[in-house]
């Protein structure tokens, strides 16, 4: 374990080509918080790597759990994580020790080479590296004249160039560039000693200059576009992963991620939080999850995609919309209660982007419901005369409960285009002949519970093999995968197996156990040598789930798309996104993220779902995460994630309206415990 010295390229090779600064205890180059770094000779005893860098040990410490870690891996871990990286079980930082003098000894008799390699070919102990760096090596004394070099240069340019001078004196060293004004430029203009800032949500500090966000290529906020996708492979994959459909408080197909070199990527248009209403002539705005992937999977050479992104919060049209964006068009409504205890079926949120009150839902058969003017995301400006504009819910009741048979209310909704200009062409005139009433994208009054969408079945299976039989299938996921904290399934099972023989692990299964053994809590580099060393045995026990996604016989008037040949062989398989919300919460892995803000703006996301008297309860998912905003500048949420607690306290059973303040009265710092599963990919 360790870098040999084979695998590192000298400093004096990299260090005019990188921004890291250059560390003189072990003479290579990276930021001050993170581990020196060293060129090892032999391979190092495992019992003496950290399992969290891999590296050996630097600084270790114990945990009271009986693991060793660097110091500031530990820390850093324990920044985000309250859990021992192997064990998991609780552990704060302070509760750690220094390790034993004899494992610091072991440690610093590591050998190592010289990172100057061209000019000193040296090998000692870890310990004597520093000196030999500050007093004998010839390539590290280089190495500290060429840099005082380019310091004193460097000032000597600055003055100079305060006093008009353009003639800039440059190190031999450096190679530089001419532009094509005549003027001498060079990329080493970056201190070499520099320091990172170590900020934990980098969306903390302010931009001193504005927003510098990147912006999105031209697609429209707040209305349904078509854009065409065009693919010399009909059968290359998008290169996104989905969430959504109406299984879920999301109800419409959102992209939760982009994926680089994709042909989505490519094109440019298309960002995360974008929902996806029709593709070509599927209308998939308020389908289920797997009926709308199975459309995106559909092979064709030229997509069109009707989509939308939502309006940047804090960018609601007032007056004159910028941009050409539709006028709010204001119009009374006044309901006649039978009588003064009679409710209006209205569900009354606040939202984090903008101050009033809005129209969440209509309740079935209720009084709105059937008068038949009132829809979600409507705007309440008045009730009885009596001003919402700053209001909040809690004052809404209380006015229409005293408001008597007779409850008058001003809404406020942003106007419709005139028909045949709803969905127009991206960069293009508008000559799209798709119109609004066939993207009906609002919350439809039935919705299903995703109780009813996904069963799981545990399954205790015993099969017999040869000794030098494998089990044959493949599996994919772990504790601390890429793709996220993930149980162990299997992607394919082989034929010619030990497993195909049997026929009852199948493609999609949860592993839970092995001969005993819990599989549960494994990265999958563990359970893979789990499964191999539980393979050794002639007989073997499995524990597994089976998740199977229930599917509606259809979509509404659509026919469902012919589903696309997989080879079930296939080991890159990947689950659909709602199998992996059926999963009891046992196999759920939750973690924290601390947004931090320093001013009183919008954190950056908005929320679906919660406790509703008409759909029961419902988990919370981020919908959307907002361009320039701490929860965008963080990087950690995606759309699709499940918030499950803020600052420690469970969202179950929590309704909308309750959370949404509770999030807005959070001011410089708020926790949220999440629960993030990947989105299918297309």
Not at 83 to 89: Q, S
Not at 434 to 457: F, G, I
Not at 646 to 668: D, F, I
Not at 674 to 681: A, E, K, M, R
Request: proline share 6%; net charge negative.
């Amino acid at each position: 374990m360790g870098t040999t010295s084979d695998e590192m390229g000298s400093v004096e090779q990299t260090s005019s080509s990188s921004f890291n600064p250059l560390c003189f205890e072990c003479g290579q180059q990276h930021w001050t918080r993170e581990n020196h770094l060293y060129n090892y000779q032999d391979e190092v005893d495992d019992d003496l790597v950290c399992h969290i860098c891999l590296q050996p040990l630097l600084q270790p410490l114990d945990t009271p759990c009986g693991h060793t870690f660097c110091c500031k891996c530990l820390r850093n871990f324990l920044q985000e994580k309250d859990f021992c990286p192997l064990d998991r079980k609780r552990l704060h930082f302070k509760s750690c020790k220094k390790s034993s003098i004899l494992v610091h000894k072991l440690l610093d008799k590591l050998l190592v080479s010289c990172p100057f390699s061209s000019v000193c070919h040296d090998v000692m102990q870890r310990c004597d590296l520093e000196g030999h760096l500050k007093n004998r090596c010839p390539g590290a004394s280089h190495r500290r004249a060429a840099l005082e070099k380019r310091k004193t240069s460097k000032t000597q340019m600055e003055i100079e160039n305060e006093n008009g001078t353009t003639v800039i004196d440059l190190p031999a060293a450096l190679s530089p560039e001419t532009d094509c004004s005549g003027r001498t430029l060079t990329s080493a203009t970056l201190p070499s000693w520099m320091e990172e800032p170590g900020l934990d949500n980098p969306a903390f500090e302010e931009s001193p200059a504005g927003d510098t966000t990147p912006q999105p290529l031209s697609l429209p906020e707040g209305e349904i576009t078509t854009i065409e996708i065009h693919r010399s492979n009909p059968f290359i994959r998008l290169g996104i992963s989905i969430v959504g459909g109406n299984e879920t408080p999301l109800i419409n197909i959102v992209i939760q991620e982009v994926y680089r070199d994709g042909v989505i990527a490519k094109d440019g248009r298309l960002l995360a939080g974008d929902q996806i209403l029709q593709v070509n002539n599927y209308n998939i705005s308020s389908v289920s999850h797997n009926y709308a992937r199975a459309v995106l999977s559909q092979p064709c050479s030229t997509l069109q995609l009707t989509v939308l992104r939502e309006r940047r919060f804090g960018s609601r049209a007032h007056g004159h919309p910028e941009g050409g964006s539709p006028r709010e068009e204001v119009f009374p409504v006044v309901l006649h209660k039978r009588d003064s205890a009679e409710q209006l079926g209205i569900k009354l949120v606040r939202r984090t982007d903008e101050p009033g009150v809005f129209i969440l839902d209509l309740l079935e058969g209720g009084l709105a419901a059937q008068d038949g003017r009132l829809s979600s995301n409507d705007r309440v400006l008045a009730i009885n005369g009596h001003d919402l504009k700053h209001g909040t819910p809690e004052l809404a009741a209380q006015i229409i409960q005293a408001s008597g048979e007779r409850v008058s209310l001003t809404i406020a909704r942003p106007g419709k285009p005139q028909p045949g200009s709803t969905v127009r062409e991206a960069g293009t005139q508008s000559s799209s002949q798709h119109h609004a009433q066939t993207l009906t994208y609002n919350r439809p009054s039935s919705h299903k519970d995703l109780a009813q969408c996904v069963t799981c079945q545990e399954k205790h299976i015993t099969v017999k093999k040869e000794p030098h039989e494998s089990l044959g299938m493949t599996v994919a996921g772990g504790r601390g995968s890429k793709s996220g904290e993930l149980p162990i399934f299997v992607t394919s099972v082989p034929p010619h197996g030990c497993l195909a023989r049997d026929g009852r692990i199948k493609r999609g299964d949860i592993l839970l156990n092995i001969n005993g053994i819990d599989l549960t809590n494994l990265s999958h580099s563990e359970a893979v040598a789990m499964l191999k060393a539980s393979a050794t045995s002639p007989t073997v026990a499995l524990k597994a789930l089976e998740v199977q996604v229930v599917e509606e016989a259809t979509q509404g008037s659509d026919e469902p798309p012919s589903a696309v040949s997989e080879n079930e062989y296939d080991a890159s398989w990947s689950p659909s996104w709602v199998m992996w919300l059926g999963l009891p919460s046992a196999l759920h892995s939750c973690h924290d993220i601390v947004l931090r803000r320093s001013y009183l703006g919008s954190w950056g996301f908005s929320i679906v779902g919660g406790y509703e008297e008409n759909h029961t309860n419902q988990p919370f998912f981020i919908k959307t995460i907002v361009l320039g905003t701490p929860a965008y500048y963080d990087g950690r949420l995606k759309c699709g994630d499940m918030i499950v607690a803020v600052n420690g306290l469970s969202t179950v059973g929590m309704s909308h309206s309750a959370l949404v303040p509770m999030l807005k009265e959070q001011r410089n710092k708020v926790t949220l415990t999440v629960i993030c599963w990947p989105g299918s990919l297309v």
